[in-house]
């Protein structure tokens, strides 16, 4: 099986994961903007949710890119189980992490109210956090359609679909090439009637939760099927693929402004996704600059540590400051900045002291535990492919 050791990275892809998560974090973060401001109104964060669509976008394309799903011969047990290793070392252990500090802030705020009021209130308030929803986050299908919306940590929900796409995309891993082929037109077909239908009854993807799996899957689908099609774009020249990577880019953003159909937006990020995979192009070059790709490093700690941050912000910055969050618009932005910058630091101890050592450990013991010799030999091989 092809794996990440023996290819090179999309540098572009990396960052482009980046900075979709630093526009996530400032899309919830709007919510502390003065009402002055009309964030909702307000360039491209008029339609910020759909920017986790483009990460499963990419998420398909880096997968089928690593893994090479190109080649039609049925992959091994042995090969599937070390993907399965390898992905859920990549997303369970900090999401399991995150979710307990959120339980056990959660209790903290608990047990403070019941020193003060004499009622223990906030761990389970029977919405967002009850024992039920617990269960399902660790188990990871918290938003396979079982609940209405959004339960403890709340970025966590776009983790379980994408384990859900994982197992998908094992699936395709496990097949031949001509029934592959028949497994991607029904993904296709899915795409058709789930954006279709999206599309004609005007509806936005989001609006309903319990489909969250149809709406990762969709995404995830268009990302493998730009990737069979990638080199479609291999003989355009640099600077007409400047040019359209310029123009697409324009384009989304202006759609998102201006409110324009989810399926047009998601269709023009498919389509950064396409035009960057080479890594060429002046808008690659720019991607490729260390400081943006290593935001890209720490995205998944970003996306994953940023809205208990913003909970705890909006909970007790007024209560320790006497201040309020809202008391004028330079206040609002400067109070917004100083989150999304306070974000990178502990996003970066996060990445070094608790995602990568946890993602080695967990993919060590597992690869160990099902193969011995095997993990032994490919330890460095099984380090690598949990980078993705």
């Known amino acids: 099986m092809t794996t990440q050791s023996h290819i090179n990275e999309i540098r572009s892809h990396t960052s482009l994961r980046g900075v979709a998560a630093l526009i996530v974090v400032l899309v919830h973060f709007r919510s502390f903007f003065h009402s002055s401001i009309y964030p909702d109104e307000t360039w491209f964060l008029y339609k910020g949710y759909l920017w986790v669509d483009f990460f499963f976008i990419l998420s398909g394309f880096i997968l089928s890119y690593i893994y090479g799903l190109e080649q039609p011969a049925r992959r091994t047990l042995s090969d599937i189980t070390r993907y399965l290793i390898a992905r859920f070392a990549r997303i369970y252990p900090l999401h399991l992490i995150s979710l307990l500090v959120v339980f056990l802030f959660f209790t903290m705020i608990s047990l403070v109210s019941w020193n003060k009021t004499g009622v223990f209130c906030c761990l389970f308030d029977g919405s967002l956090r009850d024992v039920e929803s617990l269960i399902a986050n660790l188990f990871l299908v918290h938003a396979w359609g079982m609940f209405d919306s959004v339960t403890w940590n709340l970025p ?24 592959r082929k028949l497994a991607l037109l029904g993904l296709s077909c899915i795409v058709l009637l789930y954006y279709g239908f999206s599309l004609a009854t005007s509806i936005d993807v989001d609006d309903n939760f319990r489909l969250s799996i149809v709406r990762a899957a969709s995404a995830f689908s268009i990302g493998i099927l730009l990737f069979l099609g990638r080199h479609i774009i291999s003989d355009l020249s640099s600077k007409w693929l400047t040019f359209m990577q310029i123009l697409a880019i324009a384009a989304l953003l202006s759609s998102l402004h201006y409110g324009v159909a989810d399926v047009v937006s998601i269709a023009l990020m498919a389509l950064i996704v396409l035009l960057t995979w080479e ?46 969050l809202q008391s004028s618009a330079t206040g609002s ?8 910058f306070m974000v990178i630091p502990i996003s970066i101890w996060s990445y070094r ?36």
């Open 156 to 179: 966590s929900w776009s983790l379980s679909t994408e384990f859900f796409c994982y197992l998908i995309f094992a699936a395709l891993l496990a097949m031949e090439g001509p029934v």
């Open 279 to 324: 890594d060429r192009g002046w808008v690659c070059h720019w991607l490729g600059v260390r400081y943006l790709h290593a935001i890209g490093v720490y995205s998944y700690s970003i996306y994953m540590w940023h809205y208990l941050l913003k909970f705890i912000a909006q909970e007790d910055w007024e209560a320790y400051t006497g201040l309020a």
């Open 333 to 340: 932005i400067m109070f917004v900045m100083f989150l999304t």
């Open 353 to 388: 002291s608790l995602e990568m050592p946890a993602r080695k450990w967990v993919n060590l013991k597992l690869a160990l535990w099902l193969d011995p010799r095997r993990a032994r030999i490919g330890r460095t091989s099984n380090a690598a492919m949990a980078t993705n």
